[in-house]
């Protein structure tokens, strides 16, 4: 994991003054430590071939042992090591390191390029990475449902579940690697705004803003009839005082 330390074990207890220890790093073995007893020369040269400077104030060499010590490691600390001891003969084994970096917690939202049904939601899970070796999977309870794994630090990963409304399944998106993972638990009713539907009734599930909408509306319709009603009141009475005067004065 991104962070942490590894010591990659020579194996000895001791070196010998006719011996050399050499670490070499990657597929054209730059060489960024080493110990000779002979010369008196313990030392890190990680700025010397590795031109990137990744290992810079990150290796701790063991002046006993020949062990080699990384610290706070980043992805780009990944890949082979090997060591190679010189003495009466000469003898050498690899290292395969893998770091894993930290993956961020899935995020679940509606589906903004499918239009869900009236007893169904679209979904999509995604997550940003910028590393391999990870998997976004959708589960239903403990089953997997769909999973996807794409190497490509240029995209991010995503992916798509339609439920049903009435669905009474746990539903999760889960993002992991072979050391960790992370999971987001889906609240269908938080995210796909289901309204009750009576069990007797076959109508569909109508959408809460419709719905208010709509009361708005008849009330304001309420509100314009009531008016109406009370000017065509006013007018009539009006006409009447108009003609009792009229009457009174012939």
Same mark, same amino acid.
């Given at each position: 994991?991104?962070?942490?330390?590894?010591?990659?074990?020579?194996?000895?207890?001791?070196? $010998?003054?006719?011996?050399?220890?050499? +670490?070499?790093?990657?597929?054209?073995?730059?060489?960024?430590?080493?110990?000779?007893?002979?010369?008196?020369?313990? @030392?890190?040269?990680?700025?010397?071939?590795? &031109?990137?400077?990744?290992?810079?104030?990150?290796?701790?060499? %063991? %002046?006993?042992? =020949?062990?080699?010590?990384?610290?706070?490691?980043?992805?780009?600390?990944?890949?082979?090591?090997?060591?190679?001891?010189? =003495?009466?003969?000469?003898?050498?084994?690899?290292?395969?390191?893998?770091?894993?970096? $930290?993956?961020?917690?899935?995020?679940?939202?509606?589906?903004?390029?499918?239009?869900? /049904?009236? @007893?169904?939601? &679209?979904?999509? !899970?995604?997550?940003? *990475?910028?590393?391999?070796?990870?998997?976004?999977? +959708?589960?239903?309870?403990? &089953?997997?449902?769909?999973?996807?794994?794409?190497? %490509?630090?240029?995209?991010? *990963?995503? *992916?798509? #579940?339609?439920?049903?409304?009435?669905?009474?399944?746990?539903?999760?998106?889960?993002?992991?690697?072979?050391?960790?993972?992370?999971?987001?638990?889906? %609240?269908?009713?938080?995210?796909? $705004?289901? !309204?009750?539907? /009576?069990?007797?009734?076959?109508?569909? !599930? !109508?959408?809460?803003?419709?719905?208010?909408?709509?009361?708005?509306?008849?009330?304001?319709? =309420?509100?314009?009839?009531?008016?109406?009603?009370?000017? #065509?009141?006013?007018?009539?009475?009006?006409?009447?005082?108009?003609?009792?005067?009229?009457?009174?004065?012939?």
């Amino acid at each position: 994991m991104e962070g942490n330390y590894v010591t990659l074990n020579s194996g000895l207890t001791k070196i $010998h003054e006719d011996e050399e220890i050499l +670490w070499k790093y990657g597929t054209e073995n730059c060489l960024i430590a080493m110990i000779s007893r002979a010369a008196g020369i313990s @030392s890190i040269s990680d700025d010397v071939q590795i &031109s990137d400077g990744r290992f810079r104030d990150r290796l701790k060499l %063991d %002046d006993k042992t =020949g062990s080699l010590t990384i610290t706070n490691t980043r992805t780009e600390h990944a890949g082979d090591y090997q060591l190679v001891i010189r =003495g009466v003969k000469i003898t050498s084994k690899t290292f395969s390191v893998s770091v894993y970096a $930290h993956l961020p917690v899935p995020v679940i939202s509606r589906d903004s390029f499918s239009s869900s /049904s009236s @007893s169904s939601c &679209s979904l999509v !899970c995604s997550s940003v *990475l910028n590393v391999c070796d990870a998997t976004l999977s +959708w589960y239903a309870g403990i &089953s997997v449902l769909s999973s996807i794994s794409v190497c %490509d630090l240029s995209i991010s *990963l995503s *992916l798509p #579940l339609e439920v049903e409304y009435q669905d009474k399944n746990t539903y999760s998106c889960v993002l992991n690697n072979p050391i960790s993972n992370q999971t987001t638990h889906l %609240d269908i009713n938080t995210l796909c $705004h289901t !309204c009750a539907v /009576s069990p007797e009734s076959n109508a569909p !599930c !109508c959408d809460s803003v419709e719905a208010v909408l709509r009361l708005v509306v008849t009330a304001l319709m =309420g509100v314009a009839s009531a008016a109406a009603a009370v000017l #065509l009141v006013n007018d009539v009475r009006a006409s009447r005082r108009y003609q009792e005067k009229t009457e009174q004065m012939s």
